[in-house]
Every structure is written in structure tokens, then in C-alpha cells.
């Protein structure tokens, strides 16, 4: 089992950065997939970005491709979200998310965490 804290969110002017980043307890982080979703008020959630558990792949939604960076530190238990250029349509509850297998959907995600409210203003 693991348990998941995200951190970094805030607000910030559109075309500015933000990096979010996501702790697990818990010795077994690095057999994880480790992904991050989104919610914006009235919409489901939604995924943003994954990456495998060695680092070796990355997955990423076509909104934020170029734009958005997933990155991971097994020896710390982190995964990060680097956010460049962001947009008020990137505004959302962002949620780091664990899953045994590499996916994109949140269904085959086990753990959440607790989230964190990015807004990004116009």
C-alpha cells in the first residue's frame, strides 16, 4: 500500500509555471506507474500525465503535450509535474495517483491523493 501527498499548487498568470510535486510512503514506490489528474469544477476527472515505474515511459493528454513535464526520483519517492505556459483552462484539482500496471485511465489507479488546487488567471 502506499499513501500519497501532492504539494506546489497555487495561483498564477496565464503563460506563467508551476511544479507540482507528489510524496509516497511506503517501500514499494518504484514498482509503481505513477500518474497525475485533473478535476475543474463541473467536469470529471481527468487525466493529465503518467510516467512508468523506472521512468522509462511518459505518457501525456494532448491539451498539455509540450507544455507539461512528468518526471519521478525513486530514491525519494517523488514524482513531480513541471507546468510551463499554463492556461486558465488548466485550471483544476490536481491529483498524483499510483497503479500497479501502465495506464492512463483512472480506473486503474489504486491511491489518490488528497489533491491540489492550481488556478491559473487570465
Known amino acids: 500500500q502506499v499513501q500519497l501527498g501532492e504539494s506546489g499548487g497555487g495561483l498564477v498568470q496565464a503563460g506563467g509555471s508551476l511544479r507540482l510535486s507528489c510524496t509516497a510512503s511506503?517501500?514499494?514506490?518504484?514498482?509503481?506507474?505513477m500518474g497525475w489528474f485533473r478535476q475543474a469544477p463541473g467536469k470529471e476527472r481527468e487525466f493529465v500525465a503518467a510516467?512508468?515505474?523506472?521512468?522509462?515511459?511518459?505518457y501525456y493528454t494532448d491539451s498539455v503535450k509540450g507544455r507539461f513535464t512528468i518526471s519521478r526520483d525513486n530514491a525519494k519517492n517523488t514524482v513531480l509535474l513541471q507546468m510551463n505556459s499554463l492556461k486558465p483552462e488548466d485550471t483544476a484539482v490536481y491529483y498524483c495517483?499510483?497503479?500497479?500496471?501502465?495506464?492512463?485511465?483512472?480506473?486503474?489507479?489504486?491511491?489518490w491523493g488528497q489533491g491540489t488546487q492550481v488556478t491559473v488567471s487570465s
Open positions: 510516467i512508468s515505474w523506472n521512468g522509462g515511459n511518459t
Open positions: 495517483a499510483a497503479a500497479t500496471l501502465e495506464a492512463v485511465g483512472a480506473d486503474s489507479y489504486a491511491y
Open positions: 511506503g517501500r514499494t514506490f518504484n514498482t509503481y506507474t
